[in-house]
């Protein structure tokens, strides 16, 4: 079978909810794919920095491998050898003091969620179905209804009615507007410190400092979504950072399995998770131990290879240098780490389609930005190597 024949079967069998390039990808290795027809591609999408550890890193290969053979599952209505593990290495990571793991990362945001408003109910004092959690516009926190009910995005919510009420949005980067739509009622604001989907969107300066202050003040929780900043991609452990701040709780997904699995955590303090009683929520995956033990290798990774300071000085390398390219379409190039994007101010498609024509994987987000997040193993040479081909295509379609 050749690219066009997997292509066909999946247009026939498969629904379309994506719009992928047209590559079909057979293996990986590090920050490099090759398709079906044995073309290589540097890999500058990451799978939405699921990937930060690169592909199939060999150590969380073997942990892989090695838990499968003893056990993947036992649900949480036993005990298992490897989630008190992982627990344990999170809250040595990061300082929290307790996780709940769930698998994707709305699914974590749910969870989020629900402590949010139960901590509301019964904590706070708000009363019985009151509870708000202001979000931002422009956030993207995942798929599910009750999310997609806070997004501003017409097409994520449009047809997918009715849908979930108690999420008053402020705009992104405006703490007036944060001040003004928080109420008696509000339990928590949630906000990614850095917005991916988006494009790339870093706030004003101070934002996210000024935030955590008023909630405090107001007895509201911040909670950040890291599940995409988090982990190394910005150029810190988690992009809050940048401000000095410490959020309520933090979200984290994606790279916690370095790309080999769906796991995600709540990360939080035992006065807010502890509002879930047993009973109160849960997952028939969550916890297991082939999650468990390959999530804690791949955070040994992050730490191991120093990827956090990696994405750093990394990052303001390739910015320079993307920076640097004289054309007229390129109006910004901004981010944080290995995570930029470059604004152009036409369609960005068409540029993603020739940059895979010269061998690097890159996706379009919101029309005319471009993402570039290589797995952060990416080398300085990679990076020169991707470079050379950005600055020809960009300098070709001028
Ligand atoms: C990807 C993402 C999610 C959703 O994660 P899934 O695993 O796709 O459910 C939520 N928030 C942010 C910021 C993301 O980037």
Known sequence: MNTQDFIALEEQYGAHNYHPLDVVVHSAQGAWVTDVEGNRYLDCLAAYSAVNQGHCHPAIVKAFIEQAKNVTLTSRAFRNDQLPLLCADLHDLTGYEMSLPMNSGAEAVETAVKAARKWGHTVKGIPQDKAEIICATDNFHGRTVTIVSFSTEPQYRDGFGPLTPGFPIAKYGDIEDLKAKITPNTAAFLVEPIQGEAGIIVPPEGYLREAARICKENN???????????????????????????????????????????????????????VFKPGDHGSTFGGNPLAAAVARAALKVLVDEKLVERSFELGNYFMERLRSIPSAHVVEVRGRGLWIGFVLDTKARPYCEALMREGLLCKETHDNVIRFAPPLVITKEEIDWAFDRISKVVLALD
């Open 220 to 274: 509201v929780l911040l909670i950040c979504d890291e599940i995409q900043s988090g982990l190394g991609r910005s150029g810190r452990l988690f992009a809050f950072e940048y401000e000095g701040i410490r959020p309520d709780m933090v979200i984290i997904g994606k790279a916690l399995s370095g790309g080999f699995y769906p796991v995600s955590a709540v990360l939080s303090s035992k006065a807010i998770l502890g």
